[in-house]
């Protein structure tokens, strides 16, 4: 779930259905306890769930842990996050999410708490979120979404609201929110495979299904295709509920009802073949899918990208989670942070506009640095040094988007991952901090070694060009040849 990751963005927006949701340790969970499992799966710590009590009387609440807080209006709550900044969203050691119904959020994101939130996004320290459920009908989600007083009211979701007020007569409003929120808007699949399988055995187990393993795997392969093919509910007359609302939850009561295994299985036998012909065409199109999620992952490998020197222009949209930078003739530059449409003055002036992608925190980076003096004091001639680091990318504006500025890095398009080995980018930097801890560290015949090297490097945290790089390691010395 790549949109639970705090650096695609402040707000992730998810479509689920108020079911039931089986884990593949036989769980039962209810859409909220759902997102919590998922969110603490990944490292968030501290879960607090938004409630509305009666009117604009809110609740915030952590069960566990048993903090809470209560208010009466949107301006408390918004009181509330300036005065826990640090601990709700800076904190690295219980990374902090909110769970919240879209409706409850509605009544609590005023346009004051839009600028709070569009200076909270850019926080290089911000680890916390806000995952909102939203209802899975698209009525309800256009009055949420689209009225003055809708969550989208507010210049920072500028993007989604321009596209929802021009939108055609054949798009859906989930498919605006899709493309323009991009990771941020998740919707969660139809029940697969094997969470109706779970939700067999989890009853197998409890005793409350007396199938055997066979008959359990029969089963959940036909109730996949049932609750997934509305042909195949209407040919066999609907011998199972299918309320599109809970249909998990639906299936297992009437299942536990007694006389409907009895119903069912001369119908499983009479369609064991179809449904096996069936589950090849499923596994094909489950293998298909993952070469399709592998592709996108490889395509996503790209964190920093420059989509593009725009000619200068009078008026220029900046998408979410993009940064723009805007090049003046007389060697002025002017970054932008925030969503919206800007009017960038004397447009005659400007040089160059680039719009860059803003999607990483940080990485791993593999360095190699050569024209190192030796270290044995007895020899001369140069070494090379190879190793590894850790970087924290602080700012996207200080140093990155000027270098991308200059003539011999305009035209080309960069990775993080070539950006940070470029010579005059951070390898040249890092050349001189060595070659300077191997002239503090050497006192007469004493010879620097690998370890003194990492040492030193590791102490000496690096701030560069926005980015933080620590955790140096050092791998390998290697003596160049004359």
Not at 267 to 292: G, N, P, S, T, V
Not at 425 to 450: A, N
Request: proline content about 2%; overall charge neutral.
């Amino acid at each position: 779930m790549a949109w639970l990751d705090a650096e695609n963005g402040l707000f992730h927006f998810v479509l689920a259905k108020e079911d039931f949701y089986y884990t593949d340790s036989l769980c039962r969970l209810s859409l909220q306890q759902n997102l919590e499992w998922a969110l603490r799966q990944r490292g968030y710590s501290r879960v607090f769930h938004i409630e509305n009590i009666k009117g604009c009387h809110w609740k915030v609440e952590a069960g566990k842990r048993g903090e809470s807080w209560t208010g009466d209006t949107a301006e408390k709550f918004q009181d509330l996050l300036e005065n826990y900044l640090e601990e709700f969203f800076c904190d690295r050691q219980r990374k902090t999410a909110f769970l919240v119904r879209s409706d409850v959020f509605a009544k609590l994101f005023t346009k004051a708490a839009a600028g709070f939130c569009e200076k909270l996004e850019c926080l290089p320290k911000r680890e916390g979120i806000f995952v909102i459920m939203v209802p899975t009908k698209e009525d309800a989600v256009e009055r949420l979404f689209q009225n003055s007083e809708g969550i989208f009211c507010s210049d920072y979701f500028f993007a989604v609201r321009n596209h929802l007020e021009k939108r055609k007569a054949q798009e859906s409003i989930f498919g605006i929110l899709t493309q323009e929120m991009g990771e941020c808007f998740y919707r969660v699949p139809e029940a697969g495979r094997e969470e109706i399988r779970n939700m067999l055995f989890r009853n197998k187990i409890l005793g409350k299904l007396e199938i055997d393993c066979t008959k359990a795997e029969q089963l959940a392969d036909f109730l996949y295709f049932y609750l997934h093919s509305g042909e195949f509910q209407k040919e066999l007359h609907y011998p199972l509920p299918c309320n599109q609302k809970m249909p998990l939850a639906m299936i297992e009561r009437k299942l536990l009802e007694e006389g409907t295994l009895e119903k069912i299985s001369p119908i499983l036998e009479k369609q064991k073949k179809r449904i096996e012909i069936e589950k090849k065409k499923w596994i094909f199109q489950a293998a298909q899918e993952q070469k399709d999620r592998e592709r996108q992952e490889a395509q996503s490998c790209d964190i920093l990208k420059r989509e593009g020197g725009l000619a200068a222009q009078s008026e220029i949209e900046l998408p979410l989670y993009h940064m723009m930078a805007v090049q003046y003739r007389d060697g002025r530059r002017k970054s932008f942070f925030y969503p919206g449409l800007y009017q960038i003055p004397d447009s005659e002036q400007v040089r160059r506009i680039l719009l860059i992608r803003r999607r990483e925190k940080s990485f791993s980076v593999e360095w190699s640095v050569k024209g190192i003096p030796c270290m044995d004091s007895q020899e001369n001639g140069c070494c090379e040094i190879s190793g590894s680091c850790q970087v924290q990318i602080l700012s996207y504006g200080k140093g990155i988007a000027a270098y991308l500025m200059r003539e011999d890095s305009y035209k080309k398009e960069w990775s993080f991952e070539e950006l940070i080995l470029e010579k005059h980018f951070f390898i040249e930097s890092l050349q001189k901090r060595i070659i300077k801890l191997i002239r503090g560290l050497s006192k007469g015949d004493h010879t620097v070694g690998r370890q003194e090297i990492e040492k030193g490097l590791n102490q000496e945290w690096i701030y560069e060009n926005g980015m933080h790089f620590f955790d140096f390691l050092v791998t390998g010395f290697l003596k160049q040849e004359k």
